[in-house]
């Protein structure tokens, strides 16, 4: 008893608190004061090839982080561009000391994570194995071992993705929009291709190596739980033995913002989203007077899901997922860029938007720059959590040139920020009137929305040539959805075979983010269907559908299918073609290239299909779906039981592709079973 009347003491107590202060529970809490910050100061030695080593003693955690970072322009490789990322490739190969196996197996044995870059390497891992790890590190490092097999592999993976990226609308416009803005023949314009991959060859990387790999204006930066008089002797034991190259690096080719804001154009005709880029060069560093102003409006107008971008692209009007903006301070490229993927019907709303409210963050309202402010504190507070985060502050300071206080001010230095000091910092950072406003996306869809925008517009290939703008071929007044769909009956094999055809079921795999997948697809008249596919032998998503009804089972859970799923499965023929002229839903909208083939374009109300004009094959097909649209791509048509079936098969979904290499076909063998 007596415990309950404490409780209902201080109930009372604590209500006439509430009633005293008038506490509104609906307002958002004020920040209080802004901490003061303390961040351990390195202890710095440099070895005699030049090699700059600075320490941060912190014992808090058993765990020690290595940074080695490499403080140089870009430099132009020119035909055999991408040697320096294969040169990075090889350094875990082994060394002239310890064999691939040996050395893969010591960095496991450690438990430690040891990674490395074409201007630099990372390792971590618990304290009392550090000593260890670091001669792993350096022995990479320093004693790399360089072979013709290794360059090989590793040059056939990189032309493997640049192969899948040939079609992927985000990976040229990184690429296209890099190399319009400095020069597609320039240190930092250029870009790896086939070509340049297979022209690399052991003696590139071993001049790339010695060349640019070096102590010279290199920073080895460790933090964490070690004693500066311990670990320095054991640093120039590993690292003494680097040689300094002396290279001279050329001066930066000049690069400068267009004269006006102009249109610049890829055409992905495979695409059914537009990416967009609106970018311009500046001159902020991080110790520009501008630079914390300058980070405060960009995160203000697209640093996250509360931005301007954000808020009008995506809350208000439904264009994209997402859309944000960056500021990138550098000695060697500074930029600023906005960037976006919509829908090709909005391209052209989403770019007026877009500049509109480039245009209008010069001038911020006090809650936004008090809420900006709020965030980019508490984020620089959270980071100081991570070794990592000490071990860049150290490197900044020294590579950007930065002052002794920069950090322990960083707090202070964005409280000092107002109004004023916004539309100055957004004055000389972004140009609304002197950019480049990309788009890479499927020129037929949005040309015409772009040309009314009032930019110039110009056209471009995917190696950043410029081209003239895609001419629409015109389709032949003889050429009908019937005669489309005819040619396509006989290119497989002919309408008496085709109407044989009771059933399909095929068997096919493919990798996804490196790991391999089976899949069983079985298609019936009737619109019955039923999809299983399997990783290391386990189901990871199937599909039932018999016509009417059916499910989807993943993770061991199964869910019926909606009204809208069983209608987008609903498909009377296994040949669609077969329906083009019992239905009026079927539009012929000219010719296309798909697939890298002019194709037919044959417009429905789910689908849209691509037909080569040459040879009447199905090319691809275009689904509209509740996550987007999915483009699928045919290739490698092959003869099965009198029909001819595809046994490439490429789909693009959410920007990765895959390819499904198709094992086999068996026609006719399917079982009502099959879709129970």
């Given amino acids: 008893m007596k415990k309950q009347f404490t409780y209902i003491a201080a109930a009372f107590l604590f209500s006439g608190m509430l009633s005293a202060q008038k506490i509104d529970l609906n307002a958002m809490p004020k920040p209080g004061p802004t901490p003061a910050i303390n961040i351990a100061k390195p202890k710095t030695f440099q070895l005699n090839n030049g090699l700059t080593v600075m320490v941060v003693e912190n014992n808090k955690l058993p765990r020690v982080n290595a940074t080695l970072s490499m403080d140089q322009p870009p430099h132009y490789e020119g035909t ?118 297979n022209k690399i060859q052991l003696s590139d990387v071993q001049n790339v190596y010695n060349r640019y790999y070096t102590p010279d204006n290199a920073y080895l930066v460790i933090v964490g739980d070690v004693k500066l008089d311990q670990i320095k002797p054991l640093i120039e034991k590993a690292f003494g033995g680097w040689k300094k190259s002396n290279t001279k690096f050329a001066a930066l080719e000049p690069a400068s913002n267009v004269s006006k804001t102009e249109i610049n154009v890829v055409d992905v005709p495979s695409a059914v989203q537009s990416v967009l880029s609106v970018n311009n060069l500046n001159t902020l560093t991080m110790k520009d007077p501008n630079y914390f102003a300058a980070t405060i409006a960009n995160y203000i107008l697209g640093g996250g899901g509360e931005a301007r971008l954000f808020m009008n692209l995506r809350e208000k009007n439904g264009f994209t997922y997402g859309a944000y903006s960056s500021m990138t301070p550098s000695k060697y490229s500074p930029q600023f860029s906005a960037d976006t993927s919509v829908r090709n019907e909005v391209t052209d709303k989403a770019i007026k938007e877009l500049m509109s409210e480039l245009n209008g963050i010069s001038t911020v309202k006090p809650e936004e720059l008090e809420s900006a402010k709020a965030k980019l504190k508490g984020s620089f507070i959270m980071s100081l959590e991570k070794p990592e985060t000490i071990a860049r502050f150290a490197l900044n300071q020294k590579t950007q040139n930065l002052p002794s206080d920069f950090y322990t001010n960083y707090l202070k230095s964005i409280d000092k920020v107002n109004a004023s000091d916004i539309t100055n910092a957004v004055k000389a950072t972004i140009f609304p009137n002197q950019s480049r406003i990309f788009v890479a996306g499927k020129a037929s869809d949005i040309s015409e929305g772009l040309e009314k925008l009032g930019y110039p517009v110009k056209y471009f290939d995917k190696e950043a040539n410029p081209v003239s703008k895609p001419a629409v071929q015109k389709v032949d007044a003889n050429v009908t959805i019937a005669s489309i769909a005819d040619k396509y009956i006989n290119a497989i094999g002919g309408l008496s075979a085709v109407q044989k055809v009771m059933s399909v079921s095929v068997d096919a795999t493919t990798k996804v983010q490196g790991m391999d997948m089976s899949m069983k697809l079985i298609q019936a008249k009737g619109g019955k269907m039923a999809m299983d596919m399997k990783m290391m032998g386990n189901s990871v998503q199937k599909i039932v559908f018999d016509g009417k009804d059916g499910y989807m089972e993943a993770q061991g859970r199964k869910i019926p299918l909606n009204d809208k799923q069983k209608a987008s499965m609903t498909e009377p023929e296994l040949f669609p ?66 029909v001819k079936f595809p046994f490439t098969i490429i789909q693009n979904m959410g920007g990765m592709e895959i390819n499904m290499s198709v094992q086999s076909y068996q026609i006719n063998q399917a079982k009502d079973s099959d879709f129970k």
């Fill in 80 to 197: 055999v561009a991408g040697v320096s990322q294969i040169m990075a490739e090889q350094l875990d190969n082994g060394t002239t000391t310890l064999s691939k196996d040996v050395f893969n197996k010591k960095v496991d044995f450690l438990g430690a994570n040891l990674r490395f870059s074409s201007n630099g390497a990372s390792a971590n891992s618990l304290s009392k194995y550090f000593p260890d790890v670091l001669a792993l590190m350096a022995d990479a490092v320093v004693n790399p071992k360089f072979s013709a097999d290794e360059i090989q592999n590793s040059k056939e993976r990189t032309i493997e993705g640049l192969k899948a990226d040939e079609k992927n609308a985000s990976s040229i416009a990184s690429r296209v929009s890099n190399a319009l803005m400095y020069g597609k023949n320039t240190s930092r314009g250029e870009f790896e291709t086939i070509e340049s991959i």
């Fill in 577 to 642: 073609e077969l329906a083009f002229t019992k239905s009026s839903e079927f539009k012929l909208a000219g010719i296309e290239k798909y697939n890298n083939e002019d194709s037919y374009v044959v417009k429905g109300a789910k689908q849209t299909y691509y037909y080569s004009v040459k040879t009447g094959l199905k090319t691809g097909e275009l689904k509209n779906g509740e996550g987007g649209s999915i483009p699928t791509s045919f290739a490698d048509y092959k003869d099965v039981s009198g």
